[in-house]
């Protein structure tokens, strides 16, 4: 069974960083694109990052220049951080694992940013 864990989650105030980490029970890690998608109360989920297998990334314009996608293919991992903070980052963070047209979605885990 394919499972996707997040954790790093918490509460910060604006202005501050957190580092969120998805760890991904996937046998071929390497061939899914990976992606943060989050959802705040009463609206939809959002991409925030995703970056390919081969590693091109893409950012949501209104966290670019502040948030950082990375993996890591031997640790089956994938990374967010994220400096800058704003309390509209204020959400429940998600990490998804996408290969032709399997698609998988972690647990989430809440980020909170005080003003």
């Known amino acids: 069974q394919v499972e996707l864990v997040e954790s790093g989650g918490g509460l910060v105030q604006a202005g501050g960083s957190l580092r969120l980490s998805c760890a991904a029970s996937?046998?071929?890690?390497?061939?899914?694109?990976m992606g943060w998608y989050r959802q705040a109360p009463g609206k939809q989920r959002e991409l925030v990052a995703a970056?390919?297998?081969?590693?091109?990334?893409n950012y949501a314009d209104i966290v670019n220049g502040r948030f950082t996608i990375s993996r890591d293919n031997a640790e089956r991992t994938v990374s967010l951080q994220m400096n800058s903070l704003k309390p509209e980052d204020t959400a429940v963070y998600y990490c998804?694992?996408?290969?032709?047209?399997?698609?998988?979605w972690g647990q989430g885990t809440q980020v909170t940013v005080s003003s």
């Open positions: 998804n694992a996408r290969y032709s047209s399997t698609n998988y």
């Open positions: 996937l046998n071929i890690f390497s061939i899914y694109d």
């Open positions: 970056i390919t297998r081969g590693g091109s990334t």
